[in-house]
T-cell receptor, first 115, second 115 residues
Framework: AQSVTQLDSQVPVFEEAPVELRCNYSSSVSVYLFWYVQYPNQGLQLLLK??????LVKGINGFEAEFNKSQTSFHLRKPSVHISDTAEYFCAVIGRMDSSYKLIFGSGTRLLVRP | GAGVSQTPSNKVTEKGKYVELRCDPISGHTALYWYRQSLGQGPEFLIY????????DSGLPNDRFFAVRPEGSVSTLKIQRTERGDSAVYLC?????????????FGPGTRLTVL
């Protein structure tokens, strides 16, 4: 079974500052890794994913994440945030052996960007 | 260019009543997922359809929950004898196929409130 831990429930940051949202996972098998963003009253939108290959993946809106197998982490980063980045961010995994490809989500981190 | 749609957007019901939540996936998507998102939590997997059949229903919490997808397109999640603990946002997602990993596209959700 897989599980995802997002230790920070809320991260306040000033506009144009860098941000890192932490994600750690637990799994007995190899996984695929994802970050989703949820804006108020909208559906979940995929930011980026790691399936294989380069451990540094770039996504939409200037976000990137790095897969670290030894630390079982997949932290999300952005060098300079905007007010519009205020949203809920979810880390998720899929077990590579899971034929249904169901997503296992963390509890989310609310990014609050202040002017 | 319609995405995944869900109706109703909000549903308020009384304890003990029966409710149906509808999901219209993206046209041509064969895989369909239902997730449930409780307040302050990440989405939790409920059930996965490949075509018309429920290929993985391991996330359904109990036998009060049931879902169908009779023609391989629209899906309905049915909840009998609703309880206050069923209050949550119910999310639907669709994907082109699960022959290999494909991105899941999420709808805006149905907010269910059981009084």
């Amino acid at each position: 079974a897989q599980s995802v831990t997002q230790l920070d429930s809320q991260v306040p940051v000033f506009e144009e500052a860098p941000v890192e949202l932490r994600c750690n996972y637990s799994s007995s098998v190899s996984v695929y890794l994802f970050w989703y963003v949820q804006y108020p009253n909208q559906g979940l939108q995929l930011l980026l994913k790691y399936l294989s290959g380069s451990t540094l993946v770039k996504g939409i809106n200037g976000f990137e994440a790095e897969f670290n197998k030894s630390q079982t982490s997949f932290h999300l980063r952005k060098p300079s945030v905007h007010i519009s980045d205020t949203a809920e961010y979810f880390c998720a995994v899929i077990g590579r052996m899971d034929s249904s490809y169901k997503l296992i989500f963390g509890s989310g981190t609310r990014l609050l960007v202040r002017p | 260019g319609a995405g995944v749609s869900q109706t109703p957007s909000n549903k308020v019901t009384e304890k003990g009543k029966y409710v149906e939540l509808r999901c219209d996936p993206i046209s041509g998507h064969t895989a369909l997922y239902w997730y449930r998102q409780s307040l302050g939590q990440g989405p939790e997997f409920l059930i996965y359809f490949q075509g018309t059949g429920a290929a993985d229903d391991s996330g359904l919490p109990n036998d009060r929950f049931f879902a169908v997808r009779p023609e391989g397109s629209v899906s309905t999640l049915k909840i009998q004898r609703t309880e206050r603990g069923d209050s949550a946002v119910y999310l639907c997602a669709s994907s082109p196929s699960t022959l290999s990993y494909n991105e899941q596209f999420f709808g805006p959700g149905t907010r269910l409130t059981v009084l």
